[in-house]
């Protein structure tokens, strides 16, 4: 069984095994979560990034595709980037926010992490309403077939907490 908990601030101050990073598909840095990211955990996990665009995602990760680097200077082992959809109010992307839930919790199994700290992922530039990312985020966790014992959500401010918390009921 893993559990939930919630909590309010920068996802970059927590201590986790590994901590969840919403990228772009570049993995070369960005605003919101991963701008934070970058600088609180210094050039070692852009250098790690790099890596990975020079080899296996020379096209850049796909979007719903997690994959690992160092975590540098932050409180964790590893951050597990993944690329959330940008939400579409024609198009049904929800499959895809769902898959980086479990692909990020699947690369988190076969590191062995067992505590993981998530963003609010596709609810900032990708603009995904907060209270469907809440429930396809939770949903999707409770359903995972996983090892990782302990998943919290790091939700910036007092509404996001507040939508996930009712999703936990
Ligand atoms: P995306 O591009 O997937 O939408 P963003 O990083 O823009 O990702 O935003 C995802 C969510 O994370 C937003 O709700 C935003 O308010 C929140 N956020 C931004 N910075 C941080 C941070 N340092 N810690 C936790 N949450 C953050």
Redesign the pocket.
Known sequence: MTTITLVQG???RQTADAIVN?A?SSLLGG????G?IHRRGGPAILDECRKLRASQYAEGLPTGRAVATTAGALDARWVIHTV?PVFSPTEDRSDLLASCHREALRVADELGARTVAF????????RWPMEDAARIAVATVRAADTSVEEVSF????DR?YALFAAQLG
């Not at 605003?31 to 991963?34: T, Y």
């Not at 790091?154 to 401010?157: C, G, I, Y």
């Open positions: 920068d996802i970059t919403a772009n605003g919101g979560v991963d934070a959330g963003p609010a992922i596709s609810t900032g530039v990708y790091v939700l910036f401010d996001a």
